[in-house]
């Protein structure tokens, strides 16, 4: 079995990848780019931060430090670029991300005592 970091680690790569999806898009066609960044931010981030946190922090990652890289890496980029952070976004994807980590926490608690 893999150590936690690894998959800490893991959802760190991935969630960077994820987040530079939107600045890819800006090479697409105005009306392409604007449907798939709002789709992006508004439907991609917040499952990202759920479905990874929660794919981490079940096999033993810790919760977290599992919560905090798909927020950041959200909000970083967009704030380099100057870019304007939607509230909705914003929230969803802070939201879903501790909720994924906790829940993935206590997977893991239930599997480790059986």
């Known amino acids: 079995m893999k150590k936690p970091g690894f998959y800490l680690l893991l959802e760190i790569v991935l969630c960077l ?3 530079l999806l939107p600045h ?3 090479l697409w066609p105005q009306n392409a780019m604007t449907v798939l960044a ?10 990202m931060a759920l479905l990874l946190p929660l794919w981490a922090a079940r096999r033993g990652a810790a919760a977290f430090l599992c919560a905090l890289p798909p927020f950041l890496l959200y909000l970083i980029p967009q704030a380099l670029l100057g870019l304007t952070l939607s509230a909705l976004p ?3 994807t ?12 206590e997977l893991y608690n239930r599997k480790s005592k059986e």
């Open 17 to 19: 990848l994820l987040s």
């Open 24 to 26: 890819l898009l800006m």
């Open 38 to 47: 709002i789709l992006s931010s508004h439907v991609l981030y917040p499952a």
């Open 90 to 92: 914003t929230i969803l």
């Open 94 to 105: 802070l939201l879903f991300s501790v909720l994924g980590a906790n829940l993935g926490a």
